[in-house]
C-alpha cells in the first residue's frame, strides 16, 4: 500500500538524489513508484514528429521506488501511517508525532 499521494512533498532517502526534496507528479500503483519533480532525470531520443518539429533528446523525470522516499511533514521525513478517527474517517498520521497530516 502507497501512502505517498499526488501533490505530497517528499525527500529522497536512498540513491543518486539522495537528500534532494520534491512534489509528486504522479503515482503509479501497480509498480509502487512515483514521479518526483526535479529527481531522478533521464534522456531520451525522440524521432521528428507532427508535434515536435526538430526531434532531439529531452530530459525528463522517470519514476523512483517508494521505499526510496520519506513523506515531509513540517520540513522533516516522517514516516507514515493510517488510523480510524472516531467519526469513522480514515486518516494518514505521522507515526512519529501521531499528528493528522491530511483529514480528507
Known amino acids: 500500500m502507497i501512502r505517498i ?3 505530497d512533498m517528499v525527500k529522497v532517502i536512498s540513491g543518486n538524489y539522495k537528500g534532494k526534496t520534491g512534489r509528486v507528479l504522479k503515482v503509479y500503483l501497480d509498480t509502487d513508484r512515483v514521479i518526483v519533480e526535479g529527481v531522478n532525470f533521464i534522456k531520451r531520443h525522440t524521432r521528428p514528429s ?8 529531452v530530459e525528463k523525470e522517470a519514476p523512483i521506488h517508494v521505499s526510496n522516499i520519506a513523506l515531509l511533514f513540517n520540513n ?8 480510524t478517527l472516531k467519526d469513522g474517517k ?6 512519529e508525532t501521531g499528528e493528522v497530516i491530511d483529514a480528507n
Open 5 to 7: 499521494r499526488k501533490s
Open 76 to 83: 522533516k521525513p516522517t514516516k507514515v501511517g493510517y488510523k
Open 90 to 95: 480514515k486518516v494518514r498520521y505521522s507515526k
Open 50 to 57: 507532427q508535434n515536435n518539429q526538430q526531434g532531439g533528446i
